[in-house]
Nanobody
Framework: QVQLVESGGGLVQAGDSLRLSCAASGRIVSINTMGWYRQAPGKERELVAQISRSGSTYADSVKGRFTISRDIAKNTVNLQMSSLEPEDTAVYYC?????????????WGQGTQVTVSS
């Protein structure tokens, strides 16, 4: 069984930095794309950043402030968030396209809350 476990959320003030981490575990053969999504109250879930072997992409709202990185050997993905704004408040979800011994599909983490106070 494959699972994603996130860590690193919390309550910070505007302008602060925070680092989210996500680790994939289980019967993994390989991982293609890994990324972070977020969902604020009353809003749809949106892509924040995504990374693959060919590069990374970011939502316009976080470009220049967030950096996604990945350790392929450890099956982890991190999101370094700087200059946080109250608008960044949301539940952040890790997402990964994982090829296991059984199937290939996208998996979601349980989510971690990020709250930015003004």
């Amino acid at each position: 069984q494959v699972q994603l476990v996130e860590s690193g959320g919390g309550l910070v003030q505007a302008g602060d930095s925070l680092r989210l981490s996500c680790a994939a575990s289980g019967r993994i053969v390989s991982i293609n794309t890994m990324g972070w999504y977020r969902q604020a109250p009353g809003k749809e879930r949106e892509l924040v950043a995504q990374i693959s072997r060919s590069g990374s992409t970011y939502a316009d709202s976080v470009k220049g402030r967030f950096t996604i990185s990945r350790d392929i050997a450890k099956n982890t993905v991190n999101l370094q968030m700087s200059s946080l704004e109250p608008e960044d408040t949301a539940v952040y979800y890790c997402n990964a396209e994982i090829i296991s011994y059984v199937q290939s599909r996208r998996y979601w983490g349980q989510g971690t809350q990020v709250t930015v106070s003004s």
